[in-house]
């Protein structure tokens, strides 16, 4: 009877072993279930997102070619302004610099043409000096044209630079010669105008050349 028990209670401990043995290889078998589960969902997920990345990089590449073909236009447009604002200069410099040429050519032309009439006036004169004997009319004929070209030379900014008489300046007037005079007040002061001096406008043109008093 005690023998019969002891069988019994083996053979239960090999079934208890038997038995746990397959539960651990069920336990390890549904881990790897799940294992194998977890990366093919994991698998899964990144290829259903390797699409996007792969739109997302394209969507990246395409906004960058366009900044480039934009900056690409840009640089072209300042190009372009570079290229006609420099041959807009270069045309400038060349007119600027024959407008001085002519200036400094003909600058003088206005002024030339305008004495031209008086030129004739003095051959007019000089005709009617050989076939008249009246010296008079000569006489105011000459002094018509010279009072017409001091006008013209007015109208033209060119005015006397006062001398007789006016106490000696070194920044108007040219002294050539001193002479002794008896009047007091005469003394440091012009009292013969060799050549007159002439303004232009507040430039002077010429210094008078002038005797002073001592």
């Known amino acids: 009877m005690v023998k019969k028990k002891f069988f019994s209670t083996g053979g239960d401990k090999e079934k208890n072993n038997t038995e746990t043995t397959e539960n651990k290889d069920n336990a390890t078998a549904q881990d790897t279930e799940e ?15 390797q699409p996007e990345q792969v739109a997302e990089a394209k969507e990246e590449a395409d906004k960058n070619k366009d900044e480039q073909r934009v900056i690409l236009e840009k640089l072209a447009e300042m190009q372009d302004k570079y290229l ?4 807009e200069f270069d045309n400038y410099r060349k007119r600027t610099l024959k407008e001085k040429m002519d200036i400094s050519k003909y ?6 043409k305008d004495i031209l009439p008086v030129i004739d006036d003095f ?8 076939l008249s004997e009246n010296c008079q009319g000569v006489k105011e004929g000459i002094i018509l044209i010279y009072n017409k070209l001091v006008e013209y030379l007015k109208r ?17 007037h040219d002294a050539t010669a001193r002479i002794q005079v ?17 303004y232009l406008k507040d430039k002077i043109l010429r210094h008078s050349k002038v005797i002073i008093g001592d």
């Open 35 to 49: 294992t194998d589960h977890a990366e093919m969902t994991s698998d899964g997920a990144a290829e259903a997102d």
């Open 182 to 198: 008896q009047e007091e007040e005469k003394k440091g002061k012009v009292v013969e105008v060799l050549l007159k001096g002439y």
């Open 84 to 87: 006609r604002l420099s041959a």
């Open 107 to 112: 600058g003088g032309e206005e002024v030339l």
């Open 123 to 130: 051959e007019r004169a000089l005709k009617h000096m050989e």
């Open 156 to 172: 033209n900014g060119v005015s006397e630079i006062p001398a007789l008489n006016e106490t000696f300046n070194v920044d108007l």
